[in-house]
């Protein structure tokens, strides 16, 4: 009884959070498209600028596109970074730049106070529109890049990942990391971060998501605010789809330690598929769910071969790739591809049993109001839903998405996207042998 209470609870718990959200939608004059949610709740707002301009634009310069993201705060205008930061601190604002594969990012979270929010907002459109990155602050910052760079090339977790990526994709722009490689850092100069910011930071490649406490007119003038002054520019071309894999099997990278890095994996979907649902509760079941998931049953708890196995699916702009990953012991290493490859062969045979989906589904709609329970993680949620043109509903029907997934449609979508053929495995380790 006071299960099923509970059970109760938290469905209704998750109708309250996702039927709230009512994104609104304009297009502004210059060509930025923005996306609003009004939260009362708090008297803050979030403000997250997103731009077509991620590492899958650096062309044949690793690293350029995380290079001139990290630029933004150094200068702009009048301001050194100093005084940007001092800014945004004594206003007890919080501004931050990333840039990842498919975009970069400029967010901001302020109190909506008009003394707060209004200075607020000036800096960040200063930064946006007017960035100086000045030559010592590139060389400081391209330092920095190269030295986390170098760490990267120390941890046998990122090895195996860079080396993935570049087997899966090639000299596609999905092949490279975001840091880019040392040889690109080397390249680079002030003027391609500049050239870089003029072609990309306009306002026809931009979206602007608000969560806040605000009325629409409000969030008109926020947007405006942020962007107006951006030249409308031209959007980043489209991608061109995904290459098939050139170079499947093993690839071996001797590392000097006592545990291998297995990674196995192929190309998977995008942003948007239509399978996208049935793969990723399935994925919930295999190697999604942490302990209990599939791959973590059959390799840790039966067999003791590592401590943790997952796997996921991360979906792009285009297609991205599909990830089954652990660590184990070097002289464990070959049971434990084999188990790893075992185990996903059967789930593409047979899918999940009823149990599984339907534990699946318990635990993915059970915890979703929690992923967004705050404003900033609906910010998230917005912009990823207009970057990728998703249905603007998308978070009031997930919960019902999931729930409409069977196991015919896993199966049926495993074996039409996963072809063990067409794998591409990276072991790095001590004893690592094909």
């Given at each position: 009884m006071f299960r099923s209470l509970a059970v109760l609870l938290l469905w209704s718990i998750a109708a309250v959070s996702l039927a709230a959200p009512d994104i609104q939608h304009w297009t502004m004059a210059n060509g930025a498209r923005v996306y609003f949610i009004q939260a009362k709740e708090l008297p803050?707002?979030?403000?997250?600028?997103?731009?077509?301009?991620?590492?899958?634009?650096?062309?044949?310069?690793?690293?350029?596109?995380?290079?001139?993201?990290?630029?933004?705060?150094?200068?702009?205008?009048?301001?050194?970074?100093?005084?940007?930061?001092?800014?945004?601190?004594?206003?007890?604002?919080?501004?931050?730049?990333?840039?990842?594969?498919?975009?970069?990012?400029?967010?901001?979270?302020?109190?909506?106070?008009?003394?707060?929010?209004?200075?607020?907002?000036?800096?960040?459109?200063?930064?946006?529109?007017?960035?100086?990155?000045?030559?010592?602050?590139?060389?400081?910052?391209?330092?920095?890049?190269?030295?986390?760079?170098?760490?990267?090339?120390?941890?046998?977790?990122s090895l195996a990942s860079r080396a993935f990526y570049h087997r899966l994709y090639g000299d596609y722009p999905y092949g490279h990391l975001p840091l880019g490689t040392q040889e690109g850092l080397a390249s680079l100069t002030q003027e391609d971060a500049l050239a870089f910011h003029r072609r990309y930071y306009?306002?026809?490649?931009?979206?602007?998501?608000?969560?806040?406490?605000?009325?629409?007119?409000?969030?008109?003038?926020?947007?405006?605010?942020?962007?107006?002054?951006?030249?409308?520019?031209?959007?980043?071309?489209?991608?061109s789809p995904v290459p098939k894999i050139k170079?499947?099997?093993?690839?071996?990278?001797?590392?000097?330690?006592?545990?291998?890095?297995?990674?196995?994996?192929?190309?998977?979907?995008?942003?948007?598929?239509?399978?996208?649902?049935?793969?990723?509760?399935?994925?919930?079941?295999?190697?999604?769910?942490?302990?209990?998931?599939?791959?973590?049953?059959?390799?840790?708890?039966?067999?003791?071969?590592?401590?943790?196995?997952?796997?996921?699916?991360?979906?792009?702009?285009r297609r991205g790739p599909y990830v089954l990953s652990l660590q184990t012991r070097n002289e464990q290493a070959k049971e434990a591809l084999e188990v790893l490859r075992e185990t996903l062969q059967n789930f593409i045979a047979t899918g999940p049993s009823e149990k599984e989906l339907q534990l699946a589904k318990q635990n993915i709609t059970g915890g979703f109001p929690l992923r967004i329970d705050s404003n900033g993680e609906k910010v998230q949620y917005l912009a990823m839903i207009a970057f990728y043109q998703l249905p603007r509903n998308y978070l009031e029907t997930f919960i019902s998405q999931v729930e409409a997934v069977t196991a015919t449609q896993i199966r049926e979508a495993f074996q039409k996207r996963i072809d063990l053929d067409k794998m591409v495995t990276v072991m790095v380790g001590g004893a690592t042998k094909e």
């Open positions: 803050m707002v979030d403000v997250r600028v997103v731009f077509d301009a991620g590492a899958a634009r650096d062309g044949n310069q690793p690293g350029l596109a995380q290079l001139s993201s990290a630029l933004l705060p150094e200068g702009a205008g009048e301001l050194d970074a100093d005084a940007i930061a001092e800014r945004f601190d004594n206003l007890g604002a919080q501004f931050g730049t990333q840039a990842e594969r498919d975009m970069a990012v400029v967010s901001l979270r302020s109190l909506t106070e008009s003394e707060i929010l209004q200075p607020a907002l000036e800096t960040m459109a200063l930064v946006l529109e007017q960035p100086t990155m000045p030559v010592a602050a590139f060389e400081r910052v391209r330092k920095r890049m190269e030295t986390a760079l170098q760490r990267q090339l120390q941890s046998p977790s306009v306002a026809s490649n931009a979206i602007v998501a608000i969560v806040g406490a605000l009325e629409q007119p409000q969030a008109e003038q926020v947007a405006k605010q942020v962007v107006g002054n951006l030249p409308t520019g031209k959007p980043a071309p489209a991608l170079k499947t099997g093993i690839e071996t990278i001797h590392y000097p330690s006592s545990q291998t890095t297995i990674i196995l994996g192929t190309i998977g979907v995008r942003r948007g598929d239509p399978d996208y649902f049935p793969l990723y509760v399935g994925n919930h079941v295999l190697g999604g769910s942490g302990l209990v998931s599939r791959i973590s049953v059959e390799l840790r708890e039966k067999r003791g071969l590592t401590y943790s196995a997952y796997s996921y699916f991360s979906p792009m702009r």
